[in-house]
Every structure is written in C-alpha cells, then in structure tokens.
C-alpha cells in the first residue's frame, strides 16, 4: 500500500457483500459534491449546492442512458466528517451487482476505487484520529465478543490516547523548562527547582510503566479469558470442568490421580469466549509425567485470568491442613481467585467449610448453585476486564517495545536526576522517551508503519 494523493476522491463499498436491505458506498475527496453531480440527481438541486452541514438528500443516480436508481445520499459537505475531508455516503438496495455498477459508473467519472483502511488512513493524516484510535476501528471490525468490543471502542474513544498525550505533555513541559534553565546556566539561576524535576520524572515514570503493564496484559488475554480449575486430587475438577462445558470432556473416576496431565476446553461463559483448563490434582510425586503435569499446573495457574480452587467436603483433618496450605500459595500466584467448595450434596456439620467463597453440588446438571457460581465467575471476569482498561492486542503488540524504550529512557532520566548529572543529560533522555510516546501515538510515524497497519484493514474503511 502507498500513501495516496489526499486531493483523489476515492469510493467503496462500505456494507458487508451479499444480499440484505440496505447497502452503502462510501466517497470521499476534496471536490465530492461537485464530482457527484455528474451522475447523481438530487431531487432539490439548490439543497444540495447550498448545504452546509450534514444532511440527506434524496434522487437517482444514472446506471445507463436510460436506466437510473433511486438512492440516498448522505453529504458531509465540510472537513467535519470521519475522513477530515468532504465525504458521502449512497444509500441504496443491498444487492451485490447494484453496488458494483454504482461504482463502475462512480470509476467512470475520476472516482478511484479505494484501498484497503484508505479511509481510515485519511481520518489518520488528516488529524482525525491518532494512530491509536485507528487500530481501534480494526478492532470494532473484528471483535469477537462483548468484553473485546468494548475494549476497542474504550480505545477508539481516545481513552488510551488521553493517558499517552498527558504523559507527553507533561514531559514536553518540563523538557521546555529544563532548556530554558540551560540558557542561565552561566548566571547560576535555578529555572525550576530540582525536587520539582524529580517529582514529575517519577509522575511519568509511573504512569508509564502502568500502560506497558496495561499492553502485556492484553497480549495475555487477546482473544480469550483463561480459567484454570486447581484442587487436590479428586476435588471434583473434572465433574465441575463438564458441567460448565456442557459437555462431557472430562473422565470423571472416585480414583485419585485420574487426571495425570491436563484437559482444556473452549466454551462461553457468560457470552464470554473462555478457555476452561483442568488441571492435575496439588500433590508432590516423582513420576516423570505427573511432575510434567505439576509444571505445566503452575504455569497456567501464573497466566490465568481466574484460578478456581476446588476444595471437596468430607476432607480428613490432615488433608484440610494440605489443602489449606496450597490454596493460600494458589491465591498468592492468582490474579484472581475463587475458593469453591466442592461436593456439598456431602456435606455434614462436621465437614463445613468455614473459608470457601461459595459451595456448589455438580451431581444435577441445573443446580442453583451451579448457576451462582457462573454469576460469580462472570462478575470476576469483568472485574479484570474492566482493570485492563482499552487497549487492544494490535495496539498492545506495537506499542510494547516502544513503551518499554521511552521507560527505559525515563529512568536514566531520573538516575541523572537524582545524581545531579545535569539538567543537558536530562533533557537528552526526556528526548529519546518523548519520541517513543511520539510513534505510539503516530506524531511520529514511518511509510511502511502505517502500511503494516492499514493493510490489515477491509475494503471501504
């Protein structure tokens, strides 16, 4: 993809193909309304011509010397509009051959066919959107659930956008105050005082490394929530594992160990996409293939989005102690955490357990508390969704790196700060971070970025 000639008006088709009620063509250009005249005939000519603001206008639009189509077509007539450039957009039937003769008839008349992510590209260098916000577009597009589209209209939003423009102006701010202090360096005058530099150097660095942090999450968790099922053996993961499934994916035996490495299955929980993994039952054991299993438990257990740790009733006194044990090491290796009590149809006063989060009974398929405990991980799971904040895995991918490298920068900003190396020292690290934050947003940004973005997208976007 080349970046293309911003004076060209360029056309697409902005409805997904196939047959439906309605379909759109997408133009946009410096010079669309007069250019549209030349094959469209609006039922009030003088509205059109004299439009100044958004509207609608209703006509024909000429498919042949006698055949013409009734359409509707909305006019952006000023730079106030997606692109940054007048634009419109024709409403018509949603029939696949319709729409490519209106663009056939649209290419006859000077009107390019568009590339892909064009018009996306154009809202971008026309100052529309920041870099950012256009790969939220891409993750609207494809989104795959609710949590996703959220996260990407958050960040369409400039949410994220916000937060990384504080973050460099504040910088930009001091890096301008410690230049201007350096043309009174000989008059020994401090122009902002030291304990000031130090304290917005540490603001920065702070928030900083809270957005890298914000982007390695999201790389986790890009297309689904992972849920782990832990427990001792024969806690009921395997029974609880079907249930939630659906399905019976799981060998369910009385035997202890059945379990021996792991099972994962992909399911939706509360219109989530969720990745349920069940793994082998907290024991210490020399065999090669359980201490396999006992590895690969505590990874997954390290990268979930939620550790469910089952604790059966009618444990023996000794194995409640273990239990207890390893449940306390569990929450402390989680990001979240349930402590589920398992097989309460058991349950006797002398095996209640006093420090579960809810007890459930798996032996019937609709069991209320079957269904408490989806609430439960559901609400635990937006929980972290909404602690993410919006930044989509795309975003997440480029701007890791770069965040890491303006972080980087900032701390041996501080360290030159606090070692009174000199406010020049300073300011040449403040530079280095300052462009960082610039590629992010897209202040700063290269031909063949912008291609690596915007070739990911779809025609007439």
Same mark, same amino acid.
């Given at each position: ?96 051959p319709l729409l490519e003769r209106l663009l056939s008839v649209l290419n006859e008349q000077g009107i390019r066919t568009a590339q892909k992510g064009e018009f996306t590209l154009r809202a971008f260098l026309n100052g529309r959107i920041d870099?950012?916000?256009? %790969?939220?577009? /891409?993750?609207?597009?494809? +989104?795959?659930?609710? $949590? ?6 958050? &960040? !369409? #939003? =400039? ?88 399905? %019976?994916?799981? /060998?369910?035996?009385?035997? +202890?160990?059945?379990? $021996? ?6 399911? &939706? !929980? #509360? =219109? ?96 209320? +508390? ?92």
């Amino acid at each position: 993809m080349t970046l293309f000639d911003l004076d060209e008006t360029i056309a697409a088709p902005a409805s997904p193909p196939g047959a439906s009620l309605r379909g759109m063509l997408r133009i946009s250009g410096p010079d669309v309304r007069r250019q549209l005249l030349s094959v469209f005939q609006p039922d009030d000519l003088d509205h059109w011509k004299s439009a100044t603001r958004p509207m609608l206008h209703q006509g024909r639009i000429s498919l042949a010397d006698d055949l013409s189509c009734p359409v509707t077509v909305g006019l952006w007539p000023t730079s106030r509009s997606y692109t940054g450039q007048p634009m419109a957009e024709i409403y018509t039937l949603g029939s696949q051959p319709l729409l490519e003769r209106l663009l056939s008839v649209l290419n006859e008349q000077g009107i390019r066919t568009a590339q892909k992510g064009e018009f996306t590209l154009r809202a971008f260098l026309n100052g529309r959107i920041d870099l950012v916000q256009a %790969e939220a577009v /891409l993750g609207v597009i494809d +989104s795959e659930s609710e $949590r996703e589209l959220q996260t990407a209209l958050d &960040q !369409l #939003g =400039g949410g994220l956008s916000h937060r990384m423009a504080e973050i460099r102006v504040d910088l930009l701010e001091l890096l301008a105050d410690l230049e201007a202090g350096l043309d009174f360096v000989e008059e020994d005058i401090e122009f902002v005082p030291h304990e000031n530099v130090l304290q917005r150097l540490r603001t920065a660095l702070t928030a900083l490394m809270q957005l890298r942090e914000l982007s390695q999450q999201r790389l986790r968790s890009e297309t689904r929530r992972k849920v782990v099922l832990a427990g001792l053996p024969n806690a009921g993961k395997s029974t609880l594992l079907n249930r939630l499934a659906d399905q %019976e994916v799981a /060998l369910v035996s009385e035997i +202890s160990g059945t379990t $021996r490495d792991y099972l994962a299955v992909e399911c &939706q !929980l #509360g =219109g989530q996409p969720v990745l349920l993994v069940d793994t082998a039952g907290w024991e210490l054991n020399d065999d090669p293939i359980m201490k396999s299993a006992q590895s690969f438990r505590e990874e997954q257990i390290r990268q979930a989005d939620l550790v469910v740790w089952c604790t059966p009733h009618a444990l023996s006194e000794s194995e409640r102690q273990t239990d207890t044990e390893q449940a306390s090491y569990c929450r402390e290796q989680s990001r979240q955490f349930l402590h589920l009590g398992t097989k309460s149809d058991l349950e006797s006063p002398e095996t209640i357990l006093p420090n579960v989060d809810l007890s459930i009974s798996t032996l019937e398929k609709q069991d209320e +508390s079957l269904h408490r405990l989806l609430n439960r991980m559901t609400t635990l799971l937006d929980d972290e969704s909404a602690e993410e904040g919006g930044m989509i895995g795309t975003t997440s991918a480029r701007c890791r790196e770069t965040i890491r490298d303006a972080e980087a920068a900032l701390h041996r900003a501080l360290e030159a700060a606090e070692t009174s190396e000199g406010d020049e020292f300073i300011a040449l690290e403040l530079r280095a971070a300052l462009e960082g934050l610039g590629q992010v947003l897209g202040v700063i940004h290269t031909d063949d970025l912008l291609d690596r973005i915007f070739s990911k997208f779809c025609i007439g976007k």
